[in-house]
């Protein structure tokens, strides 16, 4: 099997990366390069790094264009940003578009088209809780997150008979590096989760596994929350 990785060297993608190891990965990364060779390495993966800057149009396009036939694709590039939307330079929405949305979307259209129709394809996208409840001082995020929610949905329909699968995870607070931006005491954060812990990357990586899994050949269209009862 044949898998590829969007936004690899993040700490989700890295993790998803170990819960497929037993593919030949295609992961892909922009400013982590030298943090997959490490994991390639240390890891014993079989597995090729390709670099792209998903925000650049030229830069996908020629890429899109060099992608062989996958079995599987599993979205997680991505970046966030805090602040009011009063205060945010709409440069900065483009951006978050750029790379959560459109190069996804041009990505998924590429493979899509040019993969033999008999050959089944799972997809899996990773959003964020905020895409589904919204977040204040995130708004931005959330509403490109909203965004890839909705093409979920919608393409599943379209594409179902084409033997293509398509699903999407919501991460609520998983302990990351991205999250220790954030002001917000984690103790504070577990307080409100019922299941009393911050999620880690191993729990969202388990459930893309299984979304790509024959155990999951009935589901496509879905959004699984991965939050511990948190929202």
Partial sequence: MKTLIVGASGAIGRAVSLAFREDELIMHAFEGRHRLRHLIDSEGLKAEIVTCDLSDREAVERWVNEIPNVDRIVYVAGHALHGLVVDQAIDELDR?????????????QSIVATKPYELPLDIVIVSSVWGEVGA????????VKAAQLGFVKAFAREAGPFHVRINAVTPGWIDTPMNDTVEESKQSVMDDIPLGRLGVTEDVAKTIRFLCSPDASYMTGNVVRIDGGWQ
């Fill in 136 to 143: 204040a001082a995130e708004v931005f995020y959330s509403t």
């Fill in 96 to 108: 978050l578009y750029e790379v959560h949305v459109r190069a996804m979307v041009r990505l998924i």
